[in-house]
């Protein structure tokens, strides 16, 4: 560095930081030495309304004129979590982000301004907030309990369930949480209000439907994503990286090293089917992508919807669907999701349509052949107590669908054993 150099850079204002050996995405850039770090507390992003706050004790310092001294700006303990593996970043526009309090108010959601707020409302201690809130490479203790349930369509669903104490803080934030975040009114899984009822009725009696599936949706919400989604809402870097923690996990290999079991992350960690977490969040994060389907959806003149991982599209013109399933494709992979293209389906109106597996060529409820079943059942079974509850759960469930099917199906039970009186 040049004495002019260093003069600048000591009397100068604003404040420079150093990339001579790193590019935007951590690579080598020999064009660019420096950059210029953004004060003013403007936009995030353009256009948008979460604002750039910088931690000060993060960026770049001056040089300290002789003989004085730098003072400390943070505890050893705060350092230590600032730059611990868990909270490392090669985002340098994220890294040193304060909260937004603005922004989680306009968004209705918590202040966790600190860890220590954080770890307050969880009812945790710092030391314990970390505990849970930390990635590790080598971990002693498994936190999930890992099964695998058969699909109706054939393989296994994986299934990742939080143990107790993880449960615990999970629901907790589910409720203070993920159950709060705004969400595109097209979405109608794992909402309070919201049911494959309110799913499948847009689309009956339409000409045609096209039905589309998200390939491993909770999987594609990684840590990353949660992260960035999480600060856009308004968080801190440290909040929404412990918080990101919190509700990911990554598959984990059981290994031998040097004499102990460690479980070892064998790839990056994201949303798990299991957690309470997992379907506010994925539905959040979802949301740019139902604004989007549903406005392509209504240029077309068709109704959208989405149940978790299933997309459905519905309307009278049947010339649109190869188009609208291009373009839809298109959208979906835009916005970091996949298309199970083995499960696209189109649907008319001539054979059976079904939504999230309610009937909707004319009417709401159940198909010709899922009556004569449920009939034959009360035949067979509508004395044997120990069918009761399963003929009861058939009937409630054909009620929230279809009244006047659950009537004349419930009348036949109640003949037999005068039950389910409604």
Not at 267 to 276: D, F, I, L, N
């Amino acid at each position: 560095m040049s004495l002019w150099s260093w003069v600048k850079r000591v009397f100068s204002s604003g404040v420079q930081r150093d990339v001579s050996m790193l590019g935007a995405d951590g690579e080598v850039d020999v064009e660019v030495v420096s950059e210029n770090v953004d004060l003013s507390g403007g936009p995030l992003r353009p256009n948008g309304v979460r604002r750039a706050l910088r931690d000060r004790r993060l960026l770049p310092k001056k040089p300290v004129r002789w003989p004085l001294k730098r003072k400390r700006l943070m505890s050893a303990e705060e350092a230590q979590r600032l730059f611990s593996e868990t909270q490392r970043t090669q985002n340098r526009n994220i890294r040193d982000l304060l909260p937004d309090e603005a922004q989680l108010t306009r968004q209705g959601l918590p202040l966790w301004l600190t860890e220590t707020d954080l770890a307050q409302s969880l009812g945790l201690s710092l030391r314990e907030l970390h505990y849970f809130g930390s990635h590790r490479q080598r971990d002693r203790v498994l936190h999930y309990v890992r099964f695998a349930i058969p699909k109706r369509s054939g393989g296994e669903r994986v299934i990742m369930a939080p143990k107790r104490r993880l449960k615990a803080i999970q629901r907790t934030l589910h409720r203070e949480l993920t159950s709060k975040f705004s969400l595109d009114d097209a979405a109608h899984g794992f909402r309070r209000g919201r049911s494959i009822r309110s799913a499948a009725e847009p689309h009956v009696g339409k000409q045609v439907l096209l039905k589309m599936d998200l390939e491993d949706f909770f999987p594609s919400v990684s840590f990353r994503r949660v992260r960035g989604f999480l600060v856009a809402m308004g968080y801190g870097y440290p909040v929404a990286t412990t918080l990101a923690v919190l509700m990911t996990e990554a598959e984990r290999q059981v290994v031998s090293i040097e004499g102990a079991l460690s479980y070892v992350p064998v790839g990056e960690r994201v949303c798990v089917q299991g957690a309470p977490t997992s379907p506010g969040l994925t539905n959040a994060i979802a949301r740019k992508l139902d604004r989007r389907l549903s406005g392509l959806a209504k240029t077309h003149g068709f109704a959208y919807t989405r149940y978790a991982d299933d997309l459905t599209f519905s309307g009278d013109d049947v010339s649109v669907v190869e188009g609208l399933r291009k373009s839809a494709t298109a959208i979906i992979a835009s916005e970091g999701f996949r298309v199970n293209r083995k499960k696209t389906r189109v649907m008319r109106r001539s054979a059976r349509q079904s939504v999230v597996g309610v009937t909707v060529n004319d009417t709401l409820g159940l198909s010709r052949r899922e009556r004569r079943r449920l009939r034959a059942l009360i035949h067979q079974h509508g004395t044997d107590p120990s069918k009761a509850a399963l003929i009861a759960g058939k009937l409630s469930y054909l009620a929230m669908l279809n009244r006047e099917q659950f009537l004349a199906l419930n009348a036949k039970w109640r003949a037999l054993t005068g039950s389910v009186d409604r």
